[in-house]
C-alpha cells in the first residue's frame, strides 16, 4: 500500500512538473536575430527615450523661430494716484479733460484719479541677427541629435547581436553539458560491468561515479546560463518575458578592409560632431552679432476709462518703427568672441581626435575577425583530434591497457574541446557584428535599413 501511494506521488509529482516545464516553455518567445533588432528598435527603452530627447531638440527649432515672429500682447493695468502729471495724463486719455482742469490748484493739487488701461500691442522684428543665427544653429543641432539617435539604433543593435548570440551560445553550452552527461554515464556504465566481471577496481567506478556528479553540475550551471541569457535578451526587447533564439546560426560575412575604412568615414557620431563644430563656429558669429543693430517696427491700441476695466471712455493708437544698437556693453561682446573660438578650436580637435580612434577601432576589429577566424578553424581541429583521443583511450581501457584515469582526462579534453568549439564560433560572429558597429554598417550588414 505504501508503495502504491509512494507511486502516486511520484507520478503527481512528475505531471506536475510537466505541466509548469510547458507552461515556462509556452511563455517563451522564440525569435530570429533580424526580428530581435527590429523589435528593440521599436520598443527598448533607451531608444523610446532618445527619440523623445530628439522630439523634445526638434522644439527648439520653433523655440528659435519665434524670436522672428510678431508678437502680440494684451494688457489690463488699474492706477489709481493724485501725482500731477499722471492725472491730467490720464483725464486727457480718458477724453474727460475740462476747461477746469487748467485751474491752478487742480493742476498742483489734482484729486485722486482712477485709470482702467487696456492695451493691444504689438512688435514685428524685421532684422535680428543674432536671432537668424540661433535659428540655424538649432537646426544644425537637432540634424546632429538625429545623427547621434541613428548612432544609438546602431548599439542597441551590436547589443542585441551579443545577447543574441549569448542566447544561442548558452543552447550549444547545454547540448555539450548534455553530451557530457552522456558520455559520464557511458563510462561508469563501462567501469561498472569491468568491476561486475573482475576486470577492474572498483576506484575505477568511484571516479567514473565522480565524473558524472561533476558533468551534471556543470549541465544545472549551463541551463542556469541559459535562463538568464534569455531573460536577457527579453530585457533588451523591452519586454518582461525570456525571449528564446531559434536553432538556426545566424550567419555572419565579413567583407575587405577598404569597404569598413571607407564606410567609417560616414559614421553617423563623425557626422554628428562635424555638425557640431559648424555650430560652434556659429558661435563665433553669434558672438558678433552683438555688434550689429536690431530693427523692427511696432503699435499698440489703447482704451482708458475712469470707472470700469475694459472700459473705452478714450482711446487711442500708436505706430512705431525702433532701431536698437547697443554701442557699448563693457567689452562683454569681445570676451564672448574669443571664448567662442576657442570653443571651436576645441570642438575642431575633439573630430580631429574622433576621426582617428575611428580608424584605430576599425583597424582593430578587423584584425580581430581574422583572429576569430583562424582560431575557429584551430577549434574544429582541436575537437577532431580530442574525439579520435578519447575514442582510442576508450578502446584501451575497454581492453585493460589504461587505467579510468586516462578514460577521464581524455574526456575532459573532448568537454573543452566541444565548449571551445562553441565560444569560438560565438567569438568570431561577435567580431564581425562589432566590425560592423566600428564602421557604422551594423544596419545595412544585418539588412535592417
Not at 571516479?207 to 527579453?234: F, H, P
Not at 555638425?275 to 556659429?282: P, Y
Request: proline residues 2%; charged residues 30%; aromatic residues 8%.
Amino acid at each position: 500500500m505504501t508503495k502504491l501511494c509512494n507511486l502516486s506521488l511520484f507520478i503527481f509529482f512528475s505531471f506536475l512538473i510537466l505541466v509548469v516545464a510547458q507552461n515556462v516553455n509556452a511563455a517563451e518567445k522564440h525569435i530570429s536575430l533580424s526580428d530581435a533588432i527590429r523589435t528593440a528598435l521599436e520598443n527598448n527603452h533607451e531608444v523610446l527615450a532618445f527619440k523623445s530627447s530628439l522630439s523634445a531638440q526638434k522644439e527648439d527649432i520653433g523655440i528659435s523661430r519665434s524670436f522672428l515672429l510678431p508678437k502680440i500682447t494684451f494688457e489690463e493695468r488699474y492706477m489709481r494716484t493724485n501725482n500731477p502729471t499722471y492725472s491730467f495724463m490720464a483725464k486727457l486719455n480718458q477724453k474727460r479733460f475740462a476747461q477746469s482742469d487748467f485751474a491752478v490748484t487742480s493742476l498742483n493739487n489734482p484729486d485722486p484719479i482712477n485709470d482702467f488701461q487696456t492695451s493691444l500691442s504689438f512688435e514685428q522684428p524685421l532684422f535680428v541677427r543674432k536671432a537668424h543665427i540661433g535659428l540655424d544653429m538649432s537646426k544644425k543641432e537637432f540634424s546632429a541629435k538625429s545623427e547621434e539617435f541613428i548612432r544609438k539604433k546602431e548599439e542597441i543593435a551590436l547589443r542585441v547581436v551579443q545577447t543574441y548570440l549569448m542566447v544561442h551560445t548558452a543552447k550549444e553550452y547545454v547540448r555539450v553539458a548534455e553530451k557530457a552527461v552522456e558520455d559520464a554515464k557511458e563510462h561508469l556504465r563501462i567501469a561498472e560491468l569491468r568491476y561486475k566481471a573482475g576486470l577492474g577496481l572498483y576506484s575505477d567506478t568511484l571516479r567514473a561515479s565522480t565524473a558524472v556528479t561533476d558533468a551534471e553540475q556543470r549541465l544545472v550551471s549551463a541551463q542556469k546560463n541559459l535562463n538568464v541569457a534569455k531573460r536577457a535578451l527579453g530585457l533588451l526587447l523591452g519586454m518582461s518575458e525570456s525571449v528564446d533564439s531559434i536553432d538556426k546560426t545566424p550567419e555572419f560575412t565579413a567583407m575587405g578592409i577598404d569597404y569598413y575604412t571607407s564606410a567609417s568615414l560616414s559614421r553617423k557620431d563623425v557626422k554628428s560632431l562635424e555638425l557640431r563644430h559648424e555650430n560652434a563656429k556659429n558661435n563665433v558669429k553669434l558672438a558678433e552679432s552683438g555688434y550689429f543693430p536690431a530693427i523692427g517696427i511696432g503699435g499698440s491700441y489703447q482704451l482708458n476709462d475712469h470707472r470700469r476695466p475694459l472700459g473705452s471712455e478714450g482711446d487711442s493708437w500708436q505706430i512705431t518703427a525702433f532701431l536698437r544698437w547697443e554701442l557699448l556693453d563693457g567689452t562683454k561682446r569681445e570676451y564672448e568672441r574669443s571664448k567662442a573660438k576657442y570653443k571651436a578650436a576645441e570642438t575642431e580637435e575633439y573630430l580631429n581626435g574622433l576621426k582617428k580612434a575611428v580608424a584605430f577601432k576599425v583597424y582593430e576589429a578587423y584584425l580581430g575577425v581574422q583572429e576569430a577566424k583562424k582560431n575557429v578553424e584551430l577549434s574544429k581541429n582541436a575537437l577532431k583530434t580530442a574525439e579520435e583521443g578519447k575514442r582510442l583511450v576508450k578502446i584501451r581501457y575497454e581492453n585493460a591497457l589504461s587505467p579510468i584515469v586516462d578514460l577521464m582526462d581524455a574526456q575532459v579534453s573532448l568537454d573543452h574541446a566541444r565548449a571551445n568549439l562553441v565560444a569560438k564560433g560565438n567569438e568570431y560572429r561577435i567580431a564581425v557584428a562589432n566590425l560592423s558597429y566600428e564602421s557604422g554598417t551594423i544596419l545595412k550588414d544585418l539588412k535592417i535599413e
